[in-house]
């Protein structure tokens, strides 16, 4: 029991969980409220890139909506995580750049976790595995 605990598996458990919390948090605490109220984030949404409101909107909801599914079905993984990881690095660096490193530690965590997993890939529990045929 404890070599399987310990034994090749758990980087692979340990990149599911980081999936699934990570796609979880970033869906249940920015995507789901944003969809949910979308005029009212239409009309109060930062737009550091000028790219106008609802496109800057839109952009926020793919990131925030559709890449934490596909981040935790393991589905075209580090593909996924490159939107969430430019909108996170927009939002700390151009829109809360006074913010202390307390007040911005949810942002830099979930930089943290989707760089990880944009780095080590989905694992071998996900389907990009199983579309690879390995």
């Known amino acids: 029991m404890l070599k399987r605990f310990i034994g090749t598996s758990t980087p692979d458990a340990g990149l599911l969980f980081a999936r699934l919390a990570g796609?979880?948090?970033?869906?249940?605490?920015?995507g789901l409220p944003k969809l949910l109220h979308w005029q009212q984030e239409l009309a109060r949404i930062d737009d550091?890139?000028?790219?106008?409101?609802?496109?800057?909107?839109?952009?926020?909801?793919?990131a925030e909506v559709l890449c934490p599914f596909l981040i935790a079905a393991g589905l075209f993984t580090r593909l996924a995580c490159l939107p969430v990881l430019f909108l996170l690095g927009v939002s700390m660096v151009l829109v809360h750049p006074d913010w202390?490193?307390?007040?911005g530690q949810f942002g830099w965590l979930l930089?943290?976790?989707?760089?990880?997993?944009?780095?080590?890939?989905a694992g071998r529990w996900s389907l990009?595995?199983?579309?690879a045929g390995a």
């Open 23 to 30: 796609a979880a948090l970033l869906l249940w605490v920015h």
């Open 48 to 62: 550091p890139l000028s790219l106008g409101r609802g496109v800057t909107l839109a952009c926020a909801l793919f």
């Open 111 to 121: 930089l943290i976790v989707f760089g990880t997993i944009a780095l080590a890939g």
């Open 128 to 131: 990009d595995r199983r579309l």
């Open 100 to 103: 202390s490193i307390e007040q």
